[in-house]
């Protein structure tokens, strides 16, 4: 797996490049936002180590603008600021993790092989459409019941709830736009709008996630879509 970390920080991009090294990781690096987009017009990368403040242009809009060339690879963001509300808008642009500095290098590369197990998985892993049940975080989605149980209880599942699950979960970590939805689930005959995505994400989350403020498995994508992540 090849990993491109960025930051202007020269010590720290050495000290991450020889821990990630030590892991069995390949490694690239940029110093700044324009260089990184560079590195991933140019190569695929399994994840994406990124730093917030930068002296061209900041983490965040370098995923902005990922996701607007259709780049969703996985994103760890690294931030010297634990203002809430960076995180939150970090972890709203579809981020997969978000590290305060200064951080141990140990704790970092356990978040490291948390993010790529979410989001590489085997075929064997993957979910089949014979399954009846899927594990998502404590939640347990039962389709042929038709409900989720949680630690809080047992909620019901619509139709187009259940579809969206099933859908998403074929291919875990895999970013479906609001129109790939739409179109595999309603149909080319049908008329919702991509607001109906976004509605019935709102409702899925609150049934699934533990604090559906701080969506962890049905995370939205600035600009692309969403996507569903598994433990």
Not at 98 to 103: D, E, N, S, W
Not at 114 to 140: C, K, M, P, W, Y
Not at 165 to 172: E, N, Q, V, Y
Request: aromatic share 6%; charged share 25%; proline share 4%.
């Amino acid at each position: 797996m090849r990993v491109l970390v960025v930051d202007d920080e020269k010590a720290m991009v050495m000290a991450l490049i020889d821990n990630l090294e030590c892991e069995g990781y390949e490694v690239d690096s940029a110093s700044g936002g324009e260089d990184a987009l560079a590195c991933l017009a140019a190569q695929e990368y399994s994840l994406v180590i990124l730093d917030v403040m930068m002296p061209d242009i900041d983490g965040f809009e370098v995923v902005k603008r990922m996701h607007s060339a259709g780049n969703n690879t996985p994103v760890i963001f690294l931030t010297a600021r634990s203002v809430d509300e960076d995180k939150i808008l970090g972890l709203g642009l579809g981020a997969d993790d978000y590290v305060t500095k200064p951080f141990n290098l140990m704790e970092l590369m356990a978040r490291v092989k948390a993010v790529l197990r979410r989001t590489t998985v085997s075929a064997a892993d993957a979910f089949s459409e014979n399954d009846q049940t899927l594990s998502i975080g404590d939640a347990v989605v039962d389709f042929a019941e038709q409900e989720i149980k949680t630690p809080t209880g047992t909620k019901s599942l619509g139709k187009y709830e259940l579809a969206i699950i099933r859908l998403m979960a074929s291919k875990p970590g895999k970013v479906f736009s609001r129109d790939d939805l739409l179109r595999t689930i309603w149909g080319v005959d049908a008329y919702p709008s991509n607001r109906t995505i976004d509605n019935y994400m709102v409702k899925m989350r609150k049934k699934i996630e533990p604090d559906p403020q701080k969506p962890r498995y049905l995370i939205s994508l600035y600009a692309s879509g969403y996507k569903l992540l598994l433990d």
